[in-house]
């Protein structure tokens, strides 16, 4: 019965703790309510129980006293215990484990110092041994958090290109860096940077067109990859879940949009009736236009749920800088009554170093989710190997567990009905990826590079690609304006630098 009644009410304390206050990103430790009642309602319940269990059978009266201190106390070094092997109270293997560990220790304490008997019962020193091991081994498979000899919070470590590589240097810069004609005629390919990151080390780095190290460049869409970690966040600080309509955060101008939820943001999945035009189509219909630079840049969550739904929310896929801003207003109004203004700031930006970064706003205070994040090239690498690392930073994981393997599965809207598709494009949530689809998709989009490459992708050439069977980050900022740069033969040329390097 002691068993029973103590998996309960751990399971119960964790359940109410977790919407009484939002959990920490890497530990049991949470708000300091789900806290107390973690500590306190496992002990009371089980001395409790055992109470009217000792009277019922009529062996006597409990020591109350002594069995509930001893039980308080070995509980908050179960907790520390957790707290110290990184134990997450999000993950399920860990929670199965704490209440097991739980159910042993706490009723032999209580049945030791209650009755006295000392028969066939564990210790509880030897239970509390028992939960640091259990808790240990599954959280490192579980958590699965790279390890890093150094993580370039302040700045990157250095490295070096390996000897011998020349001849694919040149290849590489030939192809990157040499301008056709005059600069001002904006033709062929216009690199402003590189840089490299092979195995956590800065590799290489090269800057054209007047362009600097310390230098912002705007990253255009890879903005939408940002918006898919700032989601992550909120979906691990519990402020929203991915089945939640829109309408539980913001106010649509169009009751329909109700229907579209988180996911479908994510997915490129809405529905809306949306246009994705830019410069060199007409001003009058391109709905990104208006909403970045016309009626919609006041308000652009009204603005985009004044669209029409064109289908229904997740059976259909189109690229869209709607569904990202839109998504981005969805989160913000979950996260900041939570943490307050400059919330991304605290929980992403600070924590990995980007600290160049700079995210345009519209004139409600909306995160610009679709395209207007400023970074240092530096700064964008970090991000590209924040996701290479799992959503992990120096050891502790920020995005939940699953997420980025998630992000890079293909768009689920993608398999079902194509709008303004092009042979290619294909997409996970907010990355662009080198996966084949059977179907519509045979060829990886990018055939000479491994076929695990992500990529945050963005107008006019940006990129962040990510090759995680090779541990590599390959940054380029770019002015590219008359799509003569092709990203599948810049990653050709950029794979043999590094490629066999240790």
Known sequence: MNVAVTALAVLLSLRVGMGVGALGTSTVLAALPALLLVVVLPPVAVVGANSWQVRRLGAGSTRWGAALGVALGLQVLVLVGAILVGASARRLGDVALLIAVEAAVLPAVVMRLARGSRAALPSPSGALALLLVLLAGPRLALAACPERDAWPTRDWPRGALPAGREQALKAFEDYAFTLEGKDEDRDGVRTDGVVIIHRGRLVYERYARGFKAEQRHLGWSMSKSVTNALTALAVAHGALS??????????????????????????????????????NDSLQTSSVLAMLYGEGRRDMVAFITSHALRD???????????????????????????????????????P?????????????????????MHATPRDWAKLGFFFLNDGCWEGQRLLPEG????????????????????????????????????????????????????????????SVTIIPSMDLVVVRMADDRKKAFSLNTFLKHAIPLVEGAP
């Open 312 to 350: 229904t929310p997740g059976t259909s896929w189109e690229y869209s800088s709607g569904d990202s801003t839109l998504l981005a207003g969805v989160v913000g109004a979950a996260m900041k009554p939570r943490f307050g203004d400059g919330w991304e700031w605290k929980l992403l930006l600070e």
């Open 403 to 462: 997420w980025m393997a998630a992000s890079v599965a293909v768009s689920e809207p993608l398999k079902q009905k194509r709008v303004d598709w092009d042979a290619g494009d294909v997409t996970g949530r907010k990355f662009w990826l080198n996966r084949p689809v059977p179907g519509f998709q045979d060829e990886r989009p990018w055939p000479d590079v491994p076929e695990d490459a992500y990529a945050m992708r963005g107008h006019w050439g940006q």
């Open 352 to 372: 990995v170093g980007a600290r160049s970064a700079v995210l345009e706003r519209d004139g409600q205070g909306v995160l610009v989710g679709s395209s207007l």
């Open 242 to 279: 991915l089945d939640d309509s829109i309408c539980k955060h913001v106010k649509a101008t169009n009751q329909a949009a109700c229907a579209i939820t988180v996911r479908h943001l994510l997915e490129f999945g809405s529905g809306l009736d949306w246009k994705e035009g830019y410069e």
